[in-house]
């Protein structure tokens, strides 16, 4: 069974940065969902198949998501955070081919996930 490890998360103040880290190796697809209390788990932003980034439209601007092929890591840097992305933030990643924004449909492993927290 894959396990996905993500590290990098924690607290900081709004306008802060974060950079959210992820082992993976052999994907075709993979991203970054994020679930806050009460709230269903959403997709942040996604690599596809061809390497091309997707992402919400509530982070689009300020998170850039990227893969390190040498290191077998996935990354995402969260700049100008606001409290609204407070959540447990989760690794996805999967060996089904995907592409565009349909990239959530190709993951089937997970992390068990790192807190971000973003205090006003």
């Known amino acids: 069974q894959v396990h996905l490890v993500e590290s990098g998360g924690g607290s900081v103040q709004a306008g802060g940065s974060l950079r959210l880290s992820c082992g993976v190796s052999?994907?075709?697809?993979m991203g970054w969902f994020r679930q806050a209390p009460g709230k269903e788990r959403e997709p942040v932003a996604g690599l596809d198949t061809d390497g091309r980034p997707n992402y919400a439209d509530s982070v689009k601007g300020r998170f850039t998501i990227s893969e390190d092929k040498d290191r077998n890591t996935l990354s995402l840097q969260m700049n100008s955070l606001e409290p609204e992305d407070t959540a447990m933030y989760y690794c996805?990643?999967?060996?089904?081919?995907?592409?565009?924004?349909?990239?959530?449909?190709?993951?089937?492993?997970w992390g068990q996930g790192t807190q971000v927290t973003v205090s006003s």
């Open positions: 996805a990643a999967g060996r089904t081919y995907c592409s565009g924004d349909a990239w959530p449909a190709g993951v089937g492993y």
């Open positions: 052999g994907f075709k697809c």
